[in-house]
């Protein structure tokens, strides 16, 4: 069985071609650089830039995987939650190419996507406890089986990977902000700045990142020039805290299973900000010496990418999930 697969909720451009086993034939991902300049993604822009490159990776994605379209079984798009510009554009154009080929078409959910990420290289990760760390979301799930999430925790502000975006911007540094942040970092004092731990010693599943945002541009603006030893050192001490921040959420999250008859053995981190080498390192360590194994996706499978769309549609068909050209996408989609 052959998937055709479209991610587009952001500015990322991606299509995947892959096979029901897994086998990814084809995966083309294009980051809209046409952002930087304004320091975030501008959404009108966005949606634009999809609909010319995704005429240019199709044709590509299929070539490289020497597949036609009318070879492909399966279409599907992400269909929400994110911007509805880009949304529109990738769901309407994979449901052409449905309705052109007479094949069916699955709407597939975003956040669902990064979560399931960890499912391509690893065996049985269910019962697991997930952390979704994007640019848009924040939040804990107990994940008990394919299609059965329970939320346990999200942030009430900012996202995690908006925070790093704006604490970069703070400092100077080029949009996305969390892989310039983990760069500066490597050479800075974890302890140098002083940054304020939100809910601590109340047991609260939720996250909270604007203050810490408002502490760090507070302690920018005390000096004059922004030099590359406060980046250094605001780099290191901000993605410490972060750190910091996930790990006390795995206790609270562990001790909260536990009070509700919950055993699981895996902990997976999933989305852009799962990418971070440090934290991916320090969390890996951390679920060791407390007897957890830590799960994540395949490299290329963090940050936004249409593999993890089409994967996710292959676990809904093999769950006889019902085909739906009628979706309508929705910026808010819901996983519960
Ligand atoms: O999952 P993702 O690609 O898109 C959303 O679904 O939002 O996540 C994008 C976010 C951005 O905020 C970006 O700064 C962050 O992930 N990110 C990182 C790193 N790479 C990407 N944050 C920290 N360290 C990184 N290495
Ligand atoms: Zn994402």
């Known amino acids: 069985m052959l998937v055709f697969a479209i991610e587009t909720s952001c500015d990322e451009t991606s299509v995947a071609i892959l096979k029901h086993n897994k086998e990814i034939l084809s995966h083309i991902t294009y980051n809209q650089t046409e952002h930087k300049k304004f320091g975030g993604v501008v959404p009108e822009i966005a949606s634009r830039a999809h609909l010319e490159i995704l005429q240019k990776i199709i044709p590509k994605a299929l070539k490289e995987s020497r597949v036609k379209i009318n070879d492909i079984d399966l279409f599907c798009a992400t269909c929400g939650p994110g911007l509805i510009g880009g949304l529109l554009v990738g769901s309407t154009f994979t449901k052409s190419l449905a309705i052109g080929t007479k094949k069916p078409f699955y709407p597939i959910n975003h956040l669902e996507a990064h979560l399931l990420s960890p499912t391509l290289n690893n065996k049985n990760i269910f019962p697991c406890l997930s952390f979704l760390l994007t640019g848009g979301h924040t939040q804990i799930y107990f994940m008990k089986s394919i299609g059965s999430y329970k939320l346990i925790g999200e942030t009430v502000d900012d996202a995690i990977g908006e925070s790093f975006d704006k604490v970069g911007k703070i400092l100077g540094l080029e949009y996305p902000g969390g892989p310039k942040i983990e760069k500066w970092a490597k050479k800075g004092n974890n302890n140098f700045f002083e940054l304020?731990?939100?809910?601590?010693?109340?047991?609260?599943?939720?996250?909270?990142?604007?203050?810490?945002?408002?502490?760090?541009n507070i302690e920018i603006k005390k000096n004059k020039t922004i030099n590359k030893k406060i980046i250094k050192d605001m780099s290191a001490s901000f993605q410490n805290k972060i750190i910091e921040i996930l790990k006390e959420k795995i206790i609270l999250s562990l001790e909260y299973l536990k009070n509700n008859n919950k055993k699981i053995k895996n902990?997976?981190?999933?989305?852009?900000?799962?990418?971070?080498?440090?934290?991916?390192?320090?969390?890996?360590?951390?679920?060791?010496?407390?007897?957890?194994?830590?799960?994540?996706?395949?490299?290329?499978?963090?940050?936004?990418?249409?593999?993890?769309?089409?994967?996710?549609?292959?676990?809904?068909?093999?769950?006889?999930?019902?085909?739906?050209?009628?979706?309508?996408?929705?910026?808010?989609?819901?996983?519960?």
Not at 284 to 292: G, I, L, M
Not at 304 to 326: E, T
Request: with cysteine; aromatic share 12%; proline share 8%.
């Open 267 to 336: 902990i997976s981190i999933v989305g852009g900000v799962a990418s971070n080498e440090k934290i991916k390192k320090e969390l890996s360590s951390f679920c060791k010496k407390n007897h957890y194994n830590l799960i994540i996706p395949p490299k290329d499978m963090f940050s936004d990418n249409a593999a993890m769309i089409g994967w996710a549609c292959i676990q809904k068909y093999y769950l006889s999930k019902k085909p739906d050209i009628n979706f309508k996408p929705d910026p808010r989609l819901s996983i519960y």
């Open 196 to 216: 304020p731990h939100p809910f601590k010693n109340k047991k609260n599943l939720n996250f909270s990142f604007s203050g810490i945002k408002t502490a760090v």
